[in-house]
């Protein structure tokens, strides 16, 4: 049973690159979030989706795209990476709704040059 | 709106310690969940509890219990007789109908031999 996996686990870009992160989910899990953690700020939302092709702003949504065609899919795309996007990136699915228990993937640590 | 504080930011014990990270929340709805996620070294969250708003039992779970207190809005978190495994980052979080998980910023646990 895979769960939820993320790749790549380690990512390094150049400033202005557009680079793509995958998150996989085996569990057919309806909601799928994608939060940054830095240092000092805990983990903060980016995006989530309720459903494929249902997606909503989190907390720091800026300079980010996400899209859902696919129930087991929520890839999280930086058009143009700024180096303030350094951060490690983690998905997270539940199945029912927002109160849910979230089950998280293991991360991608992505460092912006 | 909602909000979730750690008292602690870090927190040093030596073995066998009991110690109790402290989190405080803020909110209008009558109806949420409370969450406790760890975060060992490795990098990984690991979901640890979840309880509603309706539900202030206290829970034990082997060394590690919970004390929700709604009248002071409150749901600390023990560990009885601390071992070094313990050491990881702790968050508190919070979630409500129509609200995604609100991460509290974190408490730094070392635990030492």
């Known amino acids: 049973d895979a769960g939820i996996t993320q790749s790549p686990r380690y990512k390094i870009t150049e400033t202005g690159r557009q680079v793509t992160l995958m998150c996989h989910q085996t569990?057919?899990?309806?909601?799928m979030f994608w939060y940054r953690q830095d240092l000092g700020h805990g983990l903060r939302l980016i995006y989530y989706?309720?459903?494929?092709?249902?997606?909503d702003k989190g907390e720091v949504p800026d300079g980010y795209v996400v899209s859902r065609s696919k129930t087991e899919n929520f890839p999280l795309t930086l058009e143009s990476a700024t180096r303030s996007q350094t951060s490690v990136y983690f998905c997270a699915s539940t199945p029912l709704d927002l109160t849910d228990t979230q089950y998280f993937g293991p991360g991608t640590r992505l460092t912006v040059l | 709106a909602q909000k979730v504080t750690q008292v602690q930011t870090e927190i040093s014990v030596v073995e066998k310690e009991d110690v109790t990270l402290d989190c405080v929340y803020e909110t209008r709805d009558t109806t949420y969940y409370l969450f406790w996620y760890k975060q060992p070294p490795s990098g990984e969250l690991v979901f640890l509890i979840r309880r509603n708003s309706f539900d202030e039992q206290n829970e034990i779970s082997g060394r590690y219990s919970w004390n929700f207190q709604k009248s002071t809005s409150s749901f600390n978190f023990t560990i009885t007789a601390s071992q070094v495994v313990d050491s990881a980052v702790y968050f508190c979080?919070?979630?409500?109908?129509?609200?995604?998980?609100?991460f509290g910023k974190g408490t730094s646990l070392l635990v030492t031999p």
């Open positions: 989706s309720a459903a494929a092709d249902i997606t």
């Open positions: 979080a919070l979630s409500s109908a129509g609200y995604a998980l609100n």
């Open positions: 569990w057919s899990h309806s909601y």
